[in-house]
């Protein structure tokens, strides 16, 4: 009987404390190197909020911005923004899809809604990729060097204020 009450309290002491964990973590995006795997930067996101990251585009040098939005604990894409066409952008509209253009002459493709389970990006060596979350900038360059390997991933933190 002590056996079955001790085995008891521990399992109501473990789901008190995942409660505890979920009441009081917020969900984050975690950048990690991709080759070591060592933890670059957390940033708590909220959910339904969206971050991007913005890069020179490789053959067509011109911009692009790919919006991402955590749901479920998942990276999804919601967007793309770009200027230009060229190797690797899109250059048809899937079904569900619609394109938009911008005041500033971007062309604005969205309804993706895809889940991105290995999200990553290796920083460049001649542009940054630049990281915006939360109403901040963060240039990967800066953060983690050139020709890394960053690979994006949620989870949930305990962060103090």
């Given at each position: 009987?002590?056996?079955?009450?001790?085995?008891?309290?521990?399992?109501?002491?473990?789901?008190?404390?995942?409660?505890?964990?979920?009441?009081?973590?917020?969900?984050?995006?975690?950048?990690?190197?991709?080759?070591?795997?060592?933890?670059?930067?957390?940033?708590?996101?909220?959910?339904?909020?969206?971050?991007?990251?913005?890069?020179?585009?490789?053959?067509?040098?011109?911009?692009?911005?790919?919006?991402?939005?955590?749901?479920?604990?998942?990276?999804?894409?919601?967007?793309?923004?770009?200027?230009?066409?060229?190797?690797?952008?899109?250059?048809?509209?899937?079904?569900?899809?619609t394109l938009e253009y911008g005041?500033?002459?971007?062309?604005?493709?969205?309804?993706?809604?895809?889940?991105?389970?290995?999200?990553?990006?290796?920083?460049?060596?001649?542009?940054?990729?630049?990281?915006?979350?939360?109403?901040?900038?963060?240039?990967?360059?800066?953060?983690?060097?050139?020709?890394?390997?960053?690979?994006?991933?949620?989870?949930?933190?305990?962060?103090?204020?």
């Amino acid at each position: 009987m002590k056996r079955l009450l001790t085995g008891a309290a521990i399992v109501v002491m473990i789901a008190a404390s995942v409660f505890i964990y979920f009441i009081l973590s917020s969900p984050c995006l975690i950048l990690k190197n991709g080759d070591t795997g060592k933890t670059l930067a957390v940033y708590r996101i909220d959910k339904g909020n969206e971050f991007s990251i913005t890069f020179v585009h490789s053959v067509n040098k011109s911009p692009v911005t790919d919006v991402y939005e955590i749901r479920n604990g998942k990276i999804y894409v919601v967007r793309t923004i770009y200027y230009s066409f060229g190797a690797g952008v899109q250059t048809e509209i899937e079904e569900g899809q619609t394109l938009e253009y911008g005041e500033d002459g971007s062309m604005i493709v969205s309804g993706f809604y895809r889940p991105m389970d290995n999200l990553s990006y290796i920083v460049g060596t001649v542009s940054d990729h630049i990281l915006e979350i939360n109403g901040s900038s963060i240039k990967l360059r800066e953060l983690c060097g050139r020709n890394t390997t960053v690979h994006f991933l949620t989870g949930r933190r305990i962060f103090i204020n």
